[in-house]
């Protein structure tokens, strides 16, 4: 339909509906002239008259009671459609993406989305489990969740998380036969197990103590590309982990596991999450990001 005609039938519809040209020119913000000469062009391109007028009354024919009936209803549709679309305007909808690593995902982000996301039905999360630094604008993800010190300096970043710190955990059954390590110089007579990163390399382990730093590539006969796999690894005796310490403090407690190194692990900052600014004005991202903030 081409736009002058669509006019003319939104013209034509609101002077039925209002029960005179002054009244309907009045809604729609147009002279009862100009809106008079729009009905005529119609029925002139319809080829029958739509209304009949007199000085005291006006009244639709029956080829006008027609077209009333038929698109009148259509026109309802679009203006509550129209309406729905305005109330959006200050509505969380949409689908979030997020990447981060298996730790942050488990220990931060399910634990705080699940808990409210009941509250915003129209908004839809999705987790991509990645350890690598993901470009996030080129892989079309909304935010990213990383270390503090990890973060992009053209990244906003907002801490979701306390600091963290790693342990170093090994079974009972694993220390029956080996002495514990005293120094991280230690670790290379032990059988460490490893964390495979995308890039290809294996995870350092990192220690500080007393202002000294200590950086090891550790080795050993099992590598996963998971944290969840490295823990397993530990409680069946198969060497030595490096994993982030909430994931080992209930096993520590319940005996199943051992810590060494403890005075070597120092803690550092804890996970933000980072996205560009120029996502800010998604309503969506904005509550993802309130419920994610860390309060302490």
Request: with cysteine; net charge positive; charged share 25%.
């Amino acid at each position: 339909m081409a736009l002058e005609t669509f006019n003319d039938v939104l013209g034509f519809v609101q002077v039925v509906r209002a029960g005179s040209f002054t009244r309907a020119s009045a809604e729609l913000g147009v002279s009862p002239s100009a809106l008079s000469h729009a009905v005529r062009a119609l029925e002139t391109r319809l080829g029958v008259r739509l209304l009949t007028r007199t000085t005291r009354r006006m009244a639709t024919t029956e080829a006008g009671e027609r077209l009333f009936n038929s698109v009148a209803p259509r026109f309802e549709d679009i203006d509550a459609e129209v309406a729905a679309i305005k109330a959006l305007r200050g509505k969380p909808i949409g689908t979030i993406r997020l990447t981060a690593a298996e730790h942050a995902a488990n220990s931060v982000l399910w634990p705080k989305l699940s808990r409210v996301m009941r509250d915003y039905p129209d908004i839809k999360v999705e987790i991509s489990i990645d350890y690598a630094m993901s470009d996030i604008v080129a892989q079309r993800f909304d935010a990213g969740v990383r270390m503090g010190d990890q973060v992009a300096k053209d990244m906003i970043a907002v801490r979701i998380g306390p600091d963290l710190r790693m342990a170093v955990v090994g079974s009972p059954a694993y220390f029956a036969a080996r002495a514990q390590p005293a120094f991280p110089e230690d670790l290379a007579r032990h059988d460490c197990i490893s964390l495979r990163l995308p890039h290809g390399g294996v995870l350092a382990w990192d220690f500080e103590k007393d202002g000294r730093t200590a950086q090891f590539r550790v080795s050993g006969q099992w590598v996963f590309n998971n944290s969840s796999s490295i823990l397993r690894a530990a409680l069946a005796g198969c060497g030595l982990a490096f994993v982030p310490e909430d994931m080992a403090l209930e096993h520590i407690a319940a005996g199943r596991l051992v810590r060494v190194l403890d005075d070597w692990c120092a803690p550092y900052p804890g996970y933000h999450l980072y996205y560009p600014s120029r996502r800010q004005s998604s309503s969506a991202l904005a509550v993802i990001v309130d419920v994610l903030r860390h309060r302490e």
